[in-house]
């Protein structure tokens, strides 16, 4: 079954909504995490909101979150109201748009699957042109849970939410990065550079990261 069948309002609007395929990339300098912990939190849409183009270009925008190799989690449907033109500290401009969530698929936030083969980096797409790519795959009974370590080979994570991360003692990241030793690179986004470190000390990984959320010069 088509999602655009499942929920009628995308077939009435196909020529009127963008999808935003929410899977982090570096030109924002941020992981899919992000946005897991995002929609975890409750505040998916206000940073959704935050764009470095103007790229909700159409009055409605059906999210989705990556969540497995060609699964993606249905995050609502919202109304682009407005967008304006922001500086950020370092002078470049980002948009700032203003969005309602919609009640079309409302109680099926965080529960329904959707099957897309994306195998292209643009992450924002007219629905009209793949409303026959995307396949109800599953409906949860509960909300997907995003505060689970996603493993090893998909950690690349900001400052902010390794913060985020610490502060909150999410468990099952706190277990699985005291249980094993390694090297980690860090990467400096204002410069480029790069720093290799190691966590070998007890709690491995979780206390050496623990201690980097206290340095006020890492931002």
């Not at 409605?60 to 919202?78: D, M, Q, R, V």
């Amino acid at each position: 079954m088509l999602v655009s069948e499942f929920i009628p309002f995308l077939n009435e609007n196909l020529n009127n909504v963008k999808i935003h395929c929410a899977t982090g990339n570096t030109e924002k300098g941020f992981s899919k995490l992000e946005a897991f912990f995002a929609f975890s939190k409750g505040s998916f849409q206000e940073w959704q909101e935050d764009q470095t183009k103007k790229n909700f270009e159409k009055d409605y925008i059906l999210s989705l979150i990556y969540i497995n190799k060609n699964e993606w989690l249905f995050a609502g449907i919202y109304q682009s109201l407005d967008v304006k033109e922001v500086l950020n500290d370092n002078g470049k401009i980002r948009y700032k748009y203003k969005t309602k969530l919609l009640e079309y698929g409302k109680e099926f936030i965080g529960k329904l699957v959707i099957g897309f083969v994306k195998d292209f980096r643009n992450p924002y797409l007219l629905l009209k042109n793949y409303f026959n790519d995307l396949i109800l795959c599953e409906i949860k009974k509960t909300e997907y849970r995003f505060d689970l370590f996603p493993g090893f080979s998909n950690v690349h994570i900001t400052f902010d939410l390794l913060k985020e991360i610490i502060n909150n003692n999410e468990s099952s990241w706190q277990t699985a990065l005291s249980s094993v030793k390694g090297v980690y690179l860090i990467s400096d986004k204002s410069n480029g550079k790069l720093y290799v470190g190691s966590a070998s000390g007890e709690n491995a990984f979780w206390q050496r990261w623990s201690e980097y959320r206290k340095w006020t010069w890492w931002k």
